[in-house]
């Protein structure tokens, strides 16, 4: 039998949410050894994509509805996967086998009437600075 080393598990997440109060930061920490938390500096993770400028000018901070820090949370992802690679997935997502024979550059999909979309919730094995995501940020 092979197993592959561990991989390292990172919770991006803002800084009022890591109140040691929080259930949900108590579940993660007794969850693995292997987690990390990290506190997002939304200026030092969207620095050279091209993702700065729009964030630096305050443009997303117009948004009204509820939408805002959903929109946030999405350029946060592709630039964390721009720059770090990996995987992402949301923490609301249950998996019944193994992600490692996935191939690389996997994204879930959303069966839509006549065509699909993709489901930016599911990022499996991205590379560091792949242009696909590099475009998606443009």
Not at 86 to 105: A, C, K, N, V
């Amino acid at each position: 039998l092979h197993h592959p080393p561990p991989r390292k598990l990172i919770f991006l997440t803002a800084a009022r949410a890591l109140s040691p109060t929080k259930p949900l930061v108590n579940l993660l920490r007794t969850y693995s050894s292997r987690l990390h938390i990290v506190r997002l500096n939304y200026t030092e993770i969207l620095e050279d994509t091209p993702l700065a400028a729009w964030y630096e000018s305050g443009v997303w901070r117009e948004a009204t509805d509820h939408a805002r820090p959903r929109h946030l949370s999405d350029v946060v992802r592709l630039a964390f996967l721009y720059k770090h690679g990996g995987s992402y997935f949301d923490t609301d997502f249950i998996f019944l086998r193994s992600t490692e024979p996935l191939p690389p550059r996997t994204v879930g999909l959303i069966p839509e009437v006549i065509d699909f979309s993709v489901n930016n919730a599911v990022l499996v094995n991205f590379e560091v600075r792949l242009p696909f995501l590099r475009e998606a940020m443009e």
